[in-house]
């Protein structure tokens, strides 16, 4: 059997699609992280520097467990600011940037919220019509990658999930 999307995933952003919105900076605290970091040999290109593949999962570390038991990646977009090299030891920080129209995962104590269904940090998020429903909304995260020792900002993220579809 081969799944296919009902809409089609395109490389590049439409018009009113959130991937060409600016990503805002990930503030201290973040309400999840993750130490210890670092690349393995696989992780690094000819140059010594981590692949950009390798940055999408250390984003994923710093989810909450819960999110990802009952939630699927719709979208994901990151903002590269400087290379990563084979010696560096990096953080991976998230937080909450917009609960679903239902909070009941955090309103039962899930994860903590900051209080503020609809954004964080100064960013509005407006969704497109065809994006998710109001009553399926999903979560939305704030990411920032950066490096143990000097606290240099790695990339920013941003990430969309939906709920998963009972099977």
């Known amino acids: ?13 439409e018009e009113n699609n959130n991937s060409s919105k ?3 900076k990930l503030e201290d605290p973040a309400q999840h992280s993750r130490s210890g ?3 393995r040999r696989a992780d690094l290109d000819m140059n010594q520097h981590v692949n950009n593949v390798t940055y999408i999962g250390w984003v994923l570390e710093s989810m909450p467990q819960e999110v990802l038991d009952t939630h699927e990646l719709e979208m994901i977009t ?3 600011r400087r290379e990563c090299n084979k010696d560096d030891i990096v953080e991976s920080l998230t937080s909450l940037l917009s609960e679903p129209s239902d909070s009941s995962a955090v309103e039962n104590g899930a994860f903590p919220s900051n209080g503020n269904a609809t954004s964080t940090n ?4 407006i969704r497109s019509p065809g994006s998710l429903s ?3 909304r999903g979560f939305e995260f704030l ?4 490096l143990a020792e000097s606290g240099f900002e790695i990339n920013r993220g941003r990430t ?3 709920r998963k579809l009972a099977r």
């Open 143 to 146: 990411h920032m990658l950066r």
């Open 160 to 162: 969309e999930w939906r």
């Open 78 to 80: 990151l903002d590269y």
């Open 22 to 24: 600016k990503i805002p």
């Open 122 to 125: 100064g960013a509005a998020t």
């Open 37 to 39: 970091l670092m690349p």
């Open 1 to 13: 059997m081969v799944h296919c999307p009902k809409s089609p995933r395109l490389a590049f952003p």
């Open 134 to 136: 109001s009553n399926n």
